[in-house]
Structures are given as C-alpha cells and as structure tokens.
T-cell receptor
Framework: AQSVTQPDIHITVSEGASLELRCNYS??????LFWYVQSPGQGLQLLLK??????LVQGIKGFEAEFKRSQSSFNLRKPSVHWSDAAEYFC????????????FGGGTRVLVKP | EPEVTQTPSHQVTQMGQEVILRCVPI?????FYWYRQILGQKVEFLVS????????KSEIFDDQFSVERPDGSNFTLKIRSTKLEDSAMYFC???????????FGQGTRLTVV
C-alpha cells in the first residue's frame, strides 16, 4: 500500500533563514507528487506539484521542491522564510490514473521565530 | 479565480443526529472528493465520485456515510447517525478531467457532542 512519510512533526526556523521539509513516499511506480499548505483555520492550498520532466519544480510563495527517484523523496525548500510561512505543510501523492485520490503525509508544522 | 466552497464552516451536532455537509465544486470539474482530518492527525481520503457514482471509497466510509450530487452543482456528504469519533474537519475537493491536481475547499469543522 502507498504511504507518505514526513519525518519532522515540528520545525522552528528564524525569519530569513532557509527551510527544508522532508517527504518520502512508498509507491509501486512514480506517482504524482504534491505539497499543500494549511494556514491556521484555513483549507488546503496547493504549493506545487510534480508530474514528470524537470525534477526541480517551482511553486507559489517562493517554494520549490526536488524529486529524487532514487531516494523516493520530494523535499520542499524555501531560501528565506517569512513570518507568514508559519503553517502546516502536507506532502501528498496520487497515482497516475483516473480518479487519483491523494494519500497525505502526517504533516510538518512550521513555526517562524522573529 | 474559481474555488471550491463549503458550508457550513462549523457545525455542532448531537450524537446520533444526521448531518449534511455541503460543497459547491468548481463548475467544470468532473471528479469530486471528500477527505477528513481528525484533530492532530493526517488528512484521510473518504470517497471519490465521478459520473454520478462513487468511484472509490475508503474503509472509513461505511454505511453511515453517503454522498450525492443532487442538482449538478452541489456535492453533499451525509452522516446518518453521528458518533463522537466523527468529529473532524471535512474537506471537499474537485478536479477537472485534464487537471491532475485537486482543489480543496476551506473545510467544515464538525463537532459531535
């Protein structure tokens, strides 16, 4: 069965510092890969996605993610975090097939120190 | 920008009561989903719906749950007899045929007391 692991439950980072959130997946074939962000009291907003091609993908809000097939990873990065980046971040995968339901990781809560 | 709309944003209900959670997906989308997130836990898939029928459901989606698209625009999740453990945030999502990402609503927080 497919699974998504986000090893870090909480990360605290200083404003202006870089951020990297880890995501590993277990799947039969390379799935579609996504990162969503959930701000307090809000829904899930798509940050970026990987379907195929260039393994470094750019998203909204200055985020990027790199797909590494050999490591089954899809880590999210931001060079310089802003206080507004404090939120919960979810990695998710979906099969390359019609219907493609999402399987989510457990999430990483990011706290930003001034 | 089109968005998925969910109502209500928060519902409190007594155990054993029926609740209906409502969603208006993006208008030209074809695939519809419900997910839930129990407080402090991961987002879990409940059900997917396509062409007016359930295409896949999880083991969570038992006989107490049902979905329908009554009028071509709304997409509803009904819980027939709520239990305390149904308390969660419920997210609706929709996806177009050519798109491969789902767009989520803001969620409905269901509290069963």
């Amino acid at each position: 069965a497919q699974s998504v692991t986000q090893p870090d439950i909480h990360i605290t980072v200083s404003e202006g510092a870089s951020l990297e959130l880890r995501c590993n997946y277990s799947y039969g074939a390379t799935p579609y890969l996504f990162w969503y962000v959930q701000s307090p009291g809000q829904g899930l907003q798509l940050l970026l996605k990987y379907f195929s091609g260039d393994t470094l993908v750019q998203g909204i809000k200055g985020f990027e993610a790199e797909f590494k097939r050999s490591q089954s990873s899809f880590n999210l990065r931001k060079p310089s975090v802003h206080w507004s980046d404090a939120a919960e971040y979810f990695c998710a995968v979906a099969p390359k097939a019609a219907g493609n339901k999402l399987t989510f990781g457990g999430g990483t809560r990011v706290l930003v120190k001034p | 920008e089109p968005e998925v709309t969910q109502t209500p944003s928060h519902q409190v209900t007594q155990m054993g009561q029926e609740v209906i959670l409502r969603c208006v997906p993006i208008s030209n989308h074809l695939y519809f989903y419900w997910y839930r997130q129990i407080l402090g836990q991961k987002v879990e898939f409940l059900v997917s719906f396509y062409n007016n029928e359930i295409s896949e459901k999880s083991e969570i989606f038992d006989d107490q749950f049902s979905v329908e698209r009554p009028d071509g625009s709304n997409f509803t999740l009904k819980i027939r007899s709520t239990k305390l453990e149904d308390s969660a945030m419920y997210f609706c999502a929709s996806r177009g045929y050519m798109n491969t990402e789902a767009f989520f609503g803001q969620g409905t927080r269901l509290t069963v007391v």
